[in-house]
């Protein structure tokens, strides 16, 4: 399997899922990727502001699956959108659940490591996109599972394999959303490492920052009305272990946990995925098949 293929398919389909950030890496013209998420997150305490306090209902389980497909319009262009679903439970609070927030964008490559004799140069790329508000009641405070916001986020990727079967990326991104909710800014790095083109090991940092918002005992916080507008800050660790297979199908589980926050719970995030690659047929099956012949076993396992 070439490298290049390998690399696509280890980031656009996977390597470690639990925040789906850009990448600069794309599939290629005529490529479809389809991957499928569930996350089980847990916590029984939280930062209000950055003080580390029990969680009033004892415990707060969240569910989260989502689908997320991600189609190369040409060699440098991929449109991608993820659907999904949300739903938390707690013994005090019971269930809130609905269509988890719709995301769709599209990723611009502004330079393909692969493609220049330079082997210093790393692959580059910019997405934008938009956010549809899920259907759950986010005014639930504090079983919302999200924030109940429409909006738009741009985000750089910059990202480079390495000999032996390295590499990295790093991305940085804005979000502005409506109903009240304060604009964020997010940063990613994440290390790689894939053994006999099959066995991919990650790690990585995952933060968000919002610039502004309320703060948990603030006296003019009114959690009934204003829960999705808390300033919210928090930072991630997480790890995976994927294994890509013949057909080019990743399988892999991956775990984060909260090392630091604000007005946030502390959790604990277990998740398994599956990304297929498909190859549509109608596309160009000369340049396009043998430049995903590539980085298949990267793309997959991100």
């Keep these: ?76 262009i991929a449109a991608d959108l993820t659907l999904g679903y949300a739903g938390t439970k707690s013994k005090v609070f019971g269930t ?48 919302a599972p999200g924030d109940g916001a429409s909006g738009w986020e741009v985000e750089l990727s910059v990202g480079k394999t390495l000999p032996y079967g390295l ?16 604009a964020d800014w997010h940063a990613r790095v994440e290390t790689f490492l894939t053994l006999f083109d099959r066995v991919t090991l990650s790690a990585a940092y995952d933060d968000r920052r919002s610039l502004s918002g309320f703060s948990l005992g603030d006296p003019d916080f009114d959690p009934t009305r204003q829960a999705p507008r808390l300033d919210e800050d928090v930072a991630n660790v997480d790890v995976g272990l994927g294994y890509t297979d013949g057909a080019g199908r990743y399988w892999g589980v991956y775990y984060a946990w909260t090392v630091w926050g604000r007005n946030t719970g502390i959790k604990e995030i277990a998740g398994v995925q599956l990304s297929i690659p498909i190859s549509l047929p109608w596309r160009d099956r000369g340049e396009a098949a043998e430049r995903t012949a590539a980085p298949d076993a990267l793309l997959a396992a991100r």
């Design 1 to 76: 399997m070439k490298l290049r293929t390998l690399v696509v398919l280890l980031v656009t389909l996977g390597i470690s899922a639990p925040a789906l950030a850009g990448s600069p890496w794309v599939p290629g013209e005529g490529n479809l990727s389809v991957s499928t998420f569930t996350t089980y997150q847990d916590f029984d305490s939280l930062y209000a502001r950055t003080n580390r306090v029990r969680f009033p209902a004892k415990r707060m389980r969240q569910i989260n699956s989502a689908v997320r497909f991600e189609y190369g319009i040409t060699e440098r």
């Design 96 to 143: 809130v659940d609905g269509l988890d927030d719709t995301q769709l964008g599209v990723t611009f490559q502004l330079i393909d490591e692969f493609a220049y004799e330079q082997v210093w140069l790393p692959s580059a790329a910019i997405r934008v996109g938009g956010i549809i508000e899920g259907s759950y009641d986010a005014l639930a405070f504090p079983a």
């Design 167 to 182: 590499g990295f990326s790093m991305t940085g991104g804005y979000r502005d959303r409506d109903e009240g909710v304060p």
